[in-house]
């Protein structure tokens, strides 16, 4: 929920953290974090985690005598016996070893992808308790410091350069930060921008993420790990078009192909703090900097209203109400027509200050 404009008496901090109570005080009424495992059994939705598995779903049967799955079959087989192999040796790999171990095997990546998630979904545990790490793409900065597994000490002090999420999440500790907000930024070219622009350090102690567009696995399980360790509030900057909404509700929500993970991946506590549609009218964005939506545009938009926990969010309903009516989307870049530096001088300080998020 967003607070309403308290004027320009009311401080930056006193807005996040008000923000910050009524986001702990939700989670006391809720009876705390939910569990760390969780049920692993087709996809419901459920507010305080997301899209989780639930049982009574339907299942396959993969046979060995069976002409149409004996190949997969042999091939989870193969991946289970290296699997089994980095368990008992203690050692990792990611899902790219595995699939150069015998790429004429596999074939794609894709495959060898899908396995892994069946396995993990069959045996009840997460990727990680395989030895199986996912490469990163995402990139951190900000009032962040941690030591790594193998005792490499990190400080992501925001500056001109970015640190790359680590491959390995669940073996960083002693995280240590003064930050009062994470900010997930769904480009790396806008984040690379406010790193330019030295946002975090303008602005007020704060942690920056960004997944360069659909987040890696593990850029998630930081953000999930940042929100346990820390419960400040999380914010997204996405473009105001249905592709960026849809990696917002990854963050926020998960996806139906990861839900067997959701405890481990979902923060509901996540905010649309912009690019929001009806920001565009607001600022008087000019139609020439606007870009129609295009057929699968609205496809993905009438999808996305239609799924269960848009009901829980008529605030967000409401916007994308305002693009489906417009037909037109904007990305973030749209705002550099009032000036250069808009974003980081103008509209995210008075977002946060004003709390202007939803």
């Known amino acids: ?76 087989l193969k991946i289970l016996s290296m699997i089994y192999k980095l368990v008992q040796s203690n050692t990792y790999a990611t899902k790219r070893d595995i699939y150069y171990t015998d790429s004429q095997l596999f074939g794609n990546q894709t495959v060898v992808d899908n396995i892994i998630n069946d396995i993990s979904c069959m045996l009840k545990v997460s990727r990680r308790s395989l030895h199986i790490l996912s490469t990163s793409k995402g990139l951190i900065a900000g009032n962040l410091r941690y030591i790594e597994e193998d005792g490499t000490k990190v400080n992501c002090t925001c500056g001109a350069t970015a640190v790359a999420v680590p491959s390995n999440i669940q073996g960083i500790w002693n995280l240590v930060t003064d930050a009062k907000f994470v900010l997930i930024v769904e480009k790396d070219a806008t984040f690379q921008r406010l790193l330019d622009d030295n946002f975090c350090n303008k602005m007020s102690p704060c942690i920056m993420i960004t997944g360069k567009g659909v987040p890696d696995l593990n850029t998630r399980l930081l953000v999930k790990k940042l929100w346990d360790t820390f419960h400040i509030p999380v914010f997204t900057l996405v473009d105001a078009d249905p592709h960026g909404i849809e990696i917002m509700c990854i963050y926020k929500y998960g996806s139906m192909s990861m839900s067997f993970e959701a405890h481990h991946l979902t923060v509901p506590a996540i905010r649309w703090l912009g690019l929001l549609p009806s920001d565009l009218k607001r600022l008087n964005v000019p139609k020439d900097s606007l870009i129609p939506l295009t057929k699968r545009d609205q496809m993905k938009l009438d999808s996305i209203l239609r799924r269960p926990y848009v009901t829980c969010q008529p605030f967000w309903r409401k916007e994308m109400e305002i693009m489906a009516d417009s037909k037109m989307k904007a990305e973030i870049q749209a705002l550099t027509f009032l000036s250069s530096d808009y974003l980081s001088r103008v509209y995210l300080p008075n977002k946060l200050k004003f709390g202007g998020w939803i």
Do not use: N, Y
């Open 1 to 76: 929920m967003a607070f309403a404009p308290m004027g320009p008496e009311a401080s930056f901090f006193e807005v996040l953290d008000r923000h910050r109570e009524s986001l702990l005080a939700a989670l006391r009424r809720d009876g705390g974090e939910p569990p760390s495992g969780g049920s692993h059994l087709a996809s419901r939705f459920e507010d305080s985690v997301g899209l989780q598995m639930v049982s009574h779903c339907t299942t396959r049967k993969i046979k060995s005598d069976s002409p149409k799955s004996v190949q997969k079959f042999a091939l989870i």
